[in-house]
């Protein structure tokens, strides 16, 4: 395991929706870093339905929350989103491998290509129960414990409202968004799905460099 330095010590963490590509390569990309070089990430939870509901043109001041709506109404996005945060909650309640595995597992289930393309069924699914069930089976949640959990929602809601107004006091607004120890905070959008360890600790070094140097560097946009 490689030894990280001190201005990558303490724990960063995470925004991410499962509805996003690009937050599904950064929670690959912390999870390599998690585990092949000790830094610690804590997953956290910001709804991209919620950030741009036309109820909510002030992301930091919404009046419209994902956690209180019923479940399975709304749009497929609203209805599938929420169901996949809920889920997220109780996965959290076990030991911190095992949700790591269970959320990886339900991104992979909506972004991972077959063989470079996207295909019907698993990969591309929405996120109604038979894909979440599958996603904890892939794992090594305890399901029963798991199936007793998801039954507690008043519980999830709760805890998935404290990391949307955690986000919203924030101002995040996109995914990935990494909350660094020392208070910087910033989205990065990964155009790539990087897992090797070494190339995974130079794009995060690389990262937390802009972030943390003098320059200020605000934002950074190729052009097409």
Not at 61 to 89: C, H, I, K, M, Y
Request: proline share 4%.
């Amino acid at each position: 395991m490689t030894q990280v330095s001190a201005s990558q010590s303490g724990v960063t963490d995470v925004y991410f929706d499962f509805l996003c590509p690009f937050a599904w390569r950064g929670l690959e990309l912390a999870d390599v870093l998690r585990r092949e070089h000790g830094l610690k990430f804590r997953l956290r939870h910001f709804s991209l339905v919620q950030g741009n509901h036309a109820e909510n043109p002030d992301r930091k001041r919404p009046t419209w929350w994902l956690d209180q709506q019923v479940a399975g109404q709304g749009s497929e996005l609203q209805a599938g989103s929420l169901n996949a945060f809920l889920a997220g909650q109780a996965a959290l309640k076990q030991p911190e491998d095992a949700a790591w595995a269970f959320t990886l597992a339900l991104f992979r289930a909506r972004h991972q290509p077959v063989d470079g393309q996207m295909v019907a069924g698993y990969n591309g699914a929405d996120f109604q129960n038979d894909t979440v069930i599958r996603a904890a089976a892939e794992g090594t949640l305890d399901l029963a414990q798991f199936d007793a959990d998801l039954q507690d929602q008043d519980g999830l809601r709760s805890a998935l409202h404290d990391d949307l107004r955690a986000s919203a006091d924030l101002g995040v607004f996109g995914t990935p968004t990494f909350h660094l120890p020392d208070g910087n905070i910033a989205y990065f959008r990964f155009a790539n799905l990087v897992t090797e360890p070494q190339a995974a600790l130079d794009l995060w070094t690389l990262y937390t460099r802009v972030l943390t140097d003098g320059a200020r560097i605000e934002t950074i946009k190729r052009a097409k």
